[in-house]
T-cell receptor, first 114, second 115 residues
Framework: DAGITQSPRYKITETGRQVTLMCHQT?????MFWYRQDLGHGLRLIYY???????DKGEVPDGYVVSRSKTENFPLTLESATRSQTSVYFC?????????????FGEGSRLTVL | AQKVTQAQTEISVVEKEDVTLDCVYE???????LFWYKQPPSGELVFLIR??????QNEISGRYSWNFQKSTSSFNFTITASQVVDSAVYFC????????????FGTGTSLTVIP
């Protein structure tokens, strides 16, 4: 089925390790986003991308790296994971300009950093 | 400053009661968009509604209704005759045309409908 998929859905890692969360969408949406969800903070934007090879920082980008070599993929990498990065991560995409269209979310990736 | 405020952290209602979830936003833009998303216990985020700043007409969809009032910068969400399946976390969000590409989410309201 078409849609937006994230992998892995669950990941446990240790402090200092590199972790990559994958995001793949089949709609050819131009815009893609990474959010983290934490209790008391709602959803906070980490990075977003307007098109292939175009990325920009969101509200909480520190400690994260993204790339977008293909329209359909938008991986998020934690180069050296910290406990504060324990969270649920959501990837999203949008067909129109981000300020007019709704976001379509993946199912989320729950990351635990020990 | 918080652009979207959902002051109600948790709400519990008994099934069949009506419940209103409050959302107050802050923006200087004249063109902006407001959204509601639902996050059921399974965790996915489900789009419910989008409203642009030029359309203050209230909307009703089944048991759901939305009251958009620019004068008070509010976009409240009412569930009529609540059901257990309505139990979820509900997020209000704002997107500003001038800045673009960013959605500002509130911290969410957790609704529990008690059978």
């Amino acid at each position: 089925d078409a849609g937006i998929t994230q992998s892995p859905r669950y990941k446990i890692t240790e402090t200092g390790r590199q972790v990559t969360l994958m995001c793949h969408q089949t709609w050819s949406h131009s815009y893609m986003f990474w959010y983290r969800q934490d209790l008391g903070h709602g959803l906070r934007l980490i990075y977003y991308s307007a098109a292939a090879d175009i990325t920009d920082k969101g509200e909480v980008p520190d400690g994260y790296v993204v790339s977008r070599s293909k329209t359909e993929n938008f991986p998020l990498t934690l180069e050296s994971a910290t406990r504060s990065q324990t969270s649920v991560y959501f990837c999203a995409s949008s067909e129109f300009l981000a300020n007019t269209g709704e976001l379509f979310f993946g199912e989320g990736s729950r990351l635990t950093v020990l | 400053a918080q652009k979207v405020t959902q002051a109600q952290t948790e709400i519990s209602v008994v099934e069949k009661e009506d419940v209103t979830l409050d959302c107050v936003y802050e923006t200087r833009d004249t063109t902006y968009y407001l959204f509601w998303y639902k996050q059921p216990p399974s965790g996915e985020l489900v789009f419910l509604i989008r409203r642009n700043s030029f359309d203050e007409q209230n909307e009703i969809s089944g048991r759901y209704s939305w009251n958009f009032q620019k004068s008070t910068s509010s976009f409240n969400f009412t569930i009529t005759a609540s059901q257990v399946v309505d139990s979820a976390v509900y997020f209000c969000a704002l997107s500003e045309a001038r800045i673009g590409n960013q959605f500002y989410f509130g911290t969410g309201t957790s609704l529990t409908v008690i059978p």
